[in-house]
């Protein structure tokens, strides 16, 4: 895969220094009991400033372990394989001691569920103080005045009050935008959203999202969405990864896909089980059919096969590679689709 | 997503794949050590004094008394009244056996039998005899213990009683919640609606379910009761002497602490490598049970 | 308040209105509502344990009559006595009698030495009370660091330690422990007395050189105790514990993360064990008392056990089991007071 190309595409003018972000084959293994879980194989995505990557696919598509390996954040059984470059700085192999460095000021991140991420007996205020803390040498008053001003920058509603609250005293959506705060603390480069919405009724998604999109302006972040919703993605990012048992299968400016569509018929499938607004609310999502894979024992041949209404024989015995059929879009398919006429959304 | 990180976070898999036979290994010992000794102890105790070749714990030789260890004929030298040490060790370990497994066998039978009939008829049974179990577990097992010895008057036979009261609510306890658990189970609903009888459900089909959880918790109980019997006997409110205990050989040791350590440390260490024994068992059976 | 039927005229008086208010402020705070219920749940237990004690206690072979009569008394005297001390009433009616005087703290008199009873508990009680609390306090104090130290390495060096001497200090006796304690620290070393008791208004210094030996006994099993569970609860939290991953996102480092996110997280269980141990260590003193000749209640219940006096056994033993309810009680509170998911209202989970 060629990740000049993806990178350069929104950024032509910058000189060919070190991208911001740049993710080159990354891997994660894990063994459990004597097997070999490939959760991650291959991935690899750049991020500049200011841009907005969104990784999509379903649960165990290795869209959060790949997320957690970027910030170091996997337990120790993790294997990590590849590289993840920060402003050109190799972290993949650092210490514990050398991964906190970078986390924060750096890259931070905001995590699926705030209710159980937050820590339950730490008063709000504490655990955004500790944020700011950590990586600036502040005094406590003014430490607490940052946290005051990070809480209003998230809009949190009465600040001061909600300061000295708990975790379980706060709707979903005032818990995540604690977690947003968080994660702002010290001004990281690139912030890692990890289903930040997925916990969150739809109208405080809008919201939040939103947020996210005015922070990213304001404060010139990298964004990168972690999410299911390809509807989410495609609202509010530049660039789409379709991740399916642990690899990419296709990636490509956001626009492309809904212009010609995916190629390959798992993204086909996810962009169909976009929800669309005429359905009654909380009626249940329509899914991609079959069962998402079991990563100790995949299939040979293209892993998405067995559920892949398309399949053909060639499928379910040669691997297909990620290659750059069209300028900036990649796919991974013997039999891609051909793209369809209009917008898919 | 969060299925696959839970899938992460297990527990590190080392102890399968190459670590697994050394593991495996390493958790039969944990069973097999404290097995053997615990075996050879109650042997040394139950069988030796059949064999007759021990010098008689009581009337010694007045004579002979703070004989050292390694005495011809006294390996284990003699107390201040010419008794000597080994066999007043074999003799009063035969008494605190019996003791321990005697009161966790009556508290045991007794207890589990209140806990499952409680748990299994319910309603206003249950909360009568969980009440009082309540308010038996209030009382320090060891004051329980020594009031009820006293009341019933000092032998061996009352002492075991008492502390087989101690332990009887915890037995219940333990009945009780596991056949509540059982209760609800597809095999018993299905032998009340064939209209087995009661009893019948009770002894074909809780009690098997149960007996290896509650006999597992009895060896932990039978470390507790033997420490119970030997600080009675330490408090002078045990098994009367002439009789040799561990508690009543313990409290001659610490008045002799400053003369003759040996006297002292001799059935402090016998209490606590039969007490160690019983709970590594105990802990590494649970584990086994746990497990599985 | 619940129960006031809606046609009730409300706010006649205006205090009333307020009262009610206020009333039903208190009645719906959970905490409020945590520490009335398990207060309730106390009543029967106590009135249950005192029953019991007086039962165990008056059947006892020793009567009052039979100690205060000489010996060649005759049936008459005996009865004439028993008329005396209310000993020929209904039993329940002998209960009842007891229960009034003591809820006045009336213990009545040592049947040995006439002393009030409530003079010798106020002498004895602090003795046992310092010990109780010296224990508790050197238990948590060591096992708090170390449960924290394996737990920064599960499966390292001290981790291991601490499994080995965790069951070891578990299968000790309290009385082995006391007394090989003795051994080397009073008869070896001699650097601290092996018996005796100096009041704490006396000397401090030397009241705490004769009190290390004992609180050492009573805390050790305990510290092994405690330190397991903690370190089993802290290494759970920070393997399962979401927001553990969020503060490592922070960049906290991992020392932190364990005493200021996990340990938070993983005290209440131990709270609970403590609760539970303050009863049973109540029995505990005894044993200890009498290796170290502490002048504390658990010494007076042998001597009066040995002596049949029976007023001051039967005080002790209530007071001790009293101590073991409330002991719950308190730890129950103590728990909904520091997790402020109780506090607020919400249960774990």
Redesign the interface.
């Given at each position: 895969m060629n990740v000049d190309t993806i990178v350069d595409a929104p950024a032509t003018d910058r000189p060919a220094a070190a991208a911001l972000l740049e993710v080159t084959d990354l891997t994660v293994r894990?063994?459990?009991?004597?097997r070999v879980?490939r959760?991650v194989s291959g991935v690899s995505y750049a991020l500049e400033e200011g841009q907005t990557v969104a990784i999509v696919g379903e649960?165990?598509s290795?869209?959060?372990?790949s997320a957690?390996a970027i910030?170091g954040?996997?337990?120790?059984?993790?294997e990590v394989g590849g590289s993840v470059r920060f402003r050109g700085e190799e972290l993949v192999g650092l210490s514990?001691r050398g991964w906190?460095?970078?986390?924060?000021?750096d890259l931070?991140?905001v995590?699926?569920?705030p209710a159980?991420?937050?820590?339950?007996?730490?008063r709000v205020g504490a655990q955004v103080t500790?944020?700011v803390r950590?990586?600036a040498d502040l005094s406590r008053s003014a430490a607490r005045e940052r946290a005051l001003e990070l809480l209003a920058l998230v809009r949190l509603p009465s600040v001061r009050e909600r300061y000295d609250q708990?975790p379980?005293?706060l709707s979903g959506g005032m818990r995540q935008r604690v977690?947003i705060a968080?994660?702002l603390?010290?001004d990281p480069n690139v912030l890692i959203a990890?289903?930040a919405t997925t916990a969150l009724d739809v109208t405080t998604q809008a919201q939040i999202m939103g947020l996210l999109k005015d922070l990213q302006q304001e404060l010139r972040m990298a964004l990168v969405m972690?999410t299911h919703d390809m509807a989410l993605a495609a609202r509010y990012s530049d660039e789409i990864l379709v991740m399916y048992a642990g690899k990419v299968v296709e990636y490509a400016p956001t626009s492309a896909f809904f212009v010609g569509g995916g190629r390959m018929p798992y993204t086909r499938a996810l962009l169909e089980a976009v929800p669309d607004m005429s359905r009654p609310a909380h009626s249940l999502f329509p899914v991609v059919p079959g069962r998402p894979p079991d990563?100790t024992s995949l299939p040979t041949g293209c892993s998405f096969s067995p559920r892949c209404p398309c399949a053909q024989d060639d499928c379910r015995e040669v691997i297909p590679e990620l290659v750059e059929h069209e300028a900036q879009h990649g796919w991974a398919c013997l039999h891609p689709l051909a793209p369809t006429g209009g917008p898919g959304v | 997503m969060a299925d696959q990180i839970a899938i992460v976070q297990a527990p590190p898999a080392a102890s399968r794949g190459v670590g697994r036979s050394w593991s495996s290994r390493l958790r039969a010992l944990e069973l097999w050590i404290p097995g053997v000794v615990l075996v050879a102890i109650i042997l040394a105790c139950v069988v030796w004094p059949w064999l007759g070749t021990l010098p008689d714990p009581v009337n010694g030789h007045l004579d002979q008394p703070y004989r050292p260890l390694g005495t011809a004929g006294h390996v284990l030298g003699t107390d201040t009244l010419g008794n000597d040490n080994l066999s007043k060790l074999v003799y009063g370990g035969r008494l605190s056996l019996e003791v321990g497994f005697g009161a966790v066998a009556i508290g045991m039978v007794l207890g589990s039998l209140l806990g499952m009939i409680g748990a299994y008829k319910g309603g206003w049974v249950d909360s009568i005899v969980s009440r009082v179990l309540d308010m038996f577990l209030a009382f320090p097992a060891l004051v329980l213990a020594m009031i009820i010895a006293n009341y019933l008057g000092p032998s061996a036979l009352n002492v075991t009683l008492a502390i087989s009261l101690y332990s009887l609510p915890a037995f219940a306890r333990l009945a009780r919640t596991s056949t509540q658990r059982l209760r609800e189970q597809p095999f018993i609903v299905a032998a009340k609606l064939a209209g087995t009888r009661d009893w019948r459900i009770i002894v074909r089909h809780v009690v098997p379910n149960i007996v290896p959880e509650l006999l597992t918790f009895a060896l932990l109980s039978v470390s507790t009761a033997i420490i119970i019997e030997a600080s009675l006997s330490y408090l002078g409110l045990g098994v009367p002497p002439p009789a040799p205990t561990w508690g009543g050989m313990i409290s001659m040791g610490q008045q002799n602490i400053y003369s003759f350590k040996a006297l002292l440390l001799l059935p402090c260490g016998a209490l606590f490598l039969t007490v160690l024994a019983l709970n590594l068992l105990g802990d590494a059976l649970r584990s086994r049970w746990s497990s599985v | 308040m619940a129960s006031v039927p809606a046609t009730s005229p409300r706010g006649g008086v205006p205090w009333a209105a307020a009262v009610r208010r206020a009333t039903r402020r208190v009645a719906a705070s959970p905490l409020a509502r945590v520490v009335g219920r398990r207060t309730l749940q106390t009543v029967p237990v106590l009135l249950g344990v005192s029953f019991i004690t007086f039962c165990l206690l008056t059947l006892l072979p020793g009567t009052a009559a039979n100690a205060l009569l000489p010996e060649n008394a005759t049936a008459q005297q005996v009865h004439a006595l028993e008329h005396q001390l209310g000993l020929d009433k209904p039993f329940v009616v002998q209960y009842l009698d007891w229960l009034r005087d003591v809820i006045h703290g009336d213990f009545g008199a040592s049947l040995g030495s006439q002393q009030p009873v409530s003079d010798i508990l106020g002498q004895r009680l602090p003795v046992s009370i310092e010990l109780i609390v010296l224990a508790f306090a050197l238990s948590l104090a060591f096992a708090v660091p170390v449960a924290l130290l394996g737990a920064r390495r599960p499966g390292g060096i001290v981790d291991r330690l601490n499994v080995v001497a965790g069951m070891v200090g578990l299968s000790m006796p309290m009385f082995v422990l006391g007394l090989v304690l003795v051994l080397v620290f009073a008869v070896d070393l001699r650097v601290l007395p092996a018996q005796g008791f100096v009041p704490l208004g006396e000397s401090l210094w030397r009241n705490l050189q004769h009190m290390v030996l004992p609180s050492a006994t009573i805390a050790f099993p305990l510290f092994c105790h405690y330190t397991r569970v903690l370190r089993a609860d802290i290494v759970d939290q920070m393997n399962s514990g979401e927001y553990v991953v969020t503060a490592r996102s922070k960049g906290v480092g991992p020392w932190r993360i364990l005493t200021r996110h996990a340990f938070r997280n993983a005290i209440f269980p131990t709270l609970t064990l403590v609760g539970l141990n303050l009863g049973t260590m109540i029995g505990a003193t005894v044993i200890v008392e009498q290796i170290f000749g502490l002048p504390g209640i658990g010494q007076a219940l042998v001597t009066g056990i040995d002596t049949q006096d029976i007023e001051v056994v039967i005080a002790i033993v209530l007071i001790l089991s009293l101590t073991v309810v409330v002991a719950n009680l308190l730890t129950d509170i103590l728990i909904a007071l520091l997790d402020p998911r109780i506090r607020h209202g919400r249960s774990h989970g």
């Open positions: 894990f063994r459990l009991g004597g879980v959760a649960s165990g290795g869209k959060t372990v957690r910030m954040l996997l337990p120790p059984t993790a514990e906190r460095r970078h986390r924060g000021p931070a991140m995590f699926q569920d159980r991420s937050l820590n339950p007996t730490m500790e944020a950590t990586h708990y379980h005293e977690m968080i994660a603390a010290s990890d289903e972690i990563l | - | -």
